[in-house]
């Protein structure tokens, strides 16, 4: 009985190896297409976002035996396969819409060269992910679990229209929510579907000019005013949990659990860790999302400007000194 239950897996081991081999020979002797294709769509889009794509242009693979290729998508959201181009090579449509879902969400959109099975060719796709957001804050937005309840009604911004809750801390009242002013700053990822979600990231002399009339860009010893006794020019021990709030983007938890950072928001500031920015010769790359919250201050020391920033795992308000043009971060206005 022993070796009989020996005998059956090593027989089916060797079965299953041969037929593998079998399909590897079958596979190997398929043919690649020449050429590849390429297919884009922004990182992050908002529900409804479309974008139409040419197939005529997009028709960039062959075969050697310069045999018909078909092309298609296939929608991320029901799965259809739409095919443009058949195997034939009959052309059905020349132009495909794509449509974001009604939905927060990360999917991806397929492109696909296909051939007829018979041939001695093998199909080869492209794909583009992307993340669909919802601008805001609360029921049905992309950030969640923000305590609208803890504000007076928001303040608006004269000049676009924007909202923002606002919290007094002492005689300051605060934006809660980071600035999402288009007439300067980048969105995150340089996807304008959030500037509305994570607000943008300024350099330091844009920020300088950023706020609505009638607000500033606070001092640093603004920030050091939240605490009692604290040293201007100095960390922050003990504040950071106080400002943060226990947010959520498109259902993911954006602070990571710290036993030795309690995260209570007692402030209302509700710091989000949406990272930062650095940017050269007109690139940005964004950085330390879920990881840190930056914001600029109006002070300068050495050529550089003063910000104030929160890493995870550490209930600090760390101060620190970044270039004035070449690290962007994000900002919170003070009432004048």
Avoid at 190 to 203: H, I, K, N, P, S
Avoid at 206 to 211: H, K, L, S
Wanted: net charge negative; aromatic share 14%; charged share 20%.
């Amino acid at each position: 009985m022993k070796l009989y239950r020996w005998l059956v897996p090593a027989v089916l081991a060797v079965g299953f190896v041969l037929m593998t081999g079998c399909k590897k020979e079958e596979d190997e002797s398929l043919k690649a297409l020449t050429g590849s294709l390429r297919l884009s769509l922004p990182e992050y889009v908002e529900p409804g976002y479309t974008k139409t794509f040419m197939i005529d242009t997009m028709m960039t693979v062959s075969r050697s035996d310069k045999g018909p290729v078909g092309y298609r998508f296939v929608d991320p959201d029901t799965g259809e396969a739409d095919t443009l181009v058949t195997e034939d090579g009959e052309i059905l449509e020349h132009y495909y819409t794509f449509t974001a879902a009604n939905k927060t969400a990360t999917q991806t959109l397929t492109f696909s060269a296909i051939v007829d099975a018979e041939s001695d060719y093998y199909g080869t796709s492209a794909n583009a992910k992307f993340t669909i957001v919802r601008p805001g804050i609360g029921f049905g937005a992309s950030i969640s679990n923000f305590d609208t309840k803890a504000s007076l009604k928001p303040f608006e911004d004269p000049r676009d229209g924007r909202k923002y809750y606002w919290t007094l801390l002492g005689d300051k009242i605060w934006m809660r929510q980071n600035l999402a002013w288009t007439g300067a700053g980048k969105p995150y990822h340089l996807c304008e579907a959030m500037t509305d979600v994570f607000g943008r990231y300024y350099t330091w002399e844009e920020a300088q000019t950023a706020c609505p009339p009638g607000w500033h860009l606070p001092a640093d010893a603004e920030w050091t005013a939240m605490m009692t006794g604290a040293q201007p020019g100095t960390d922050l021990p003990g504040l950071a949990g106080k400002v943060m709030a226990d947010l959520y983007f498109n259902g993911t938890k954006m602070w990571e659990y710290w036993r030795e950072v309690p995260i209570t928001d007692e402030f209302y500031l509700s710091a989000m860790p949406v990272g930062y920015a650095t940017t050269g010769e007109g690139s940005y790359t964004f950085d330390g999302l879920y990881s840190y919250a930056a914001f600029w201050t109006s002070d300068q020391e050495g050529g550089l400007g003063v910000c104030r920033y929160i890493y995870h795992n550490k209930d600090i308000v760390f101060r620190g000194a970044m270039s004035k043009t070449d690290f962007a971060a994000s900002v919170r206005c003070v009432a004048d």
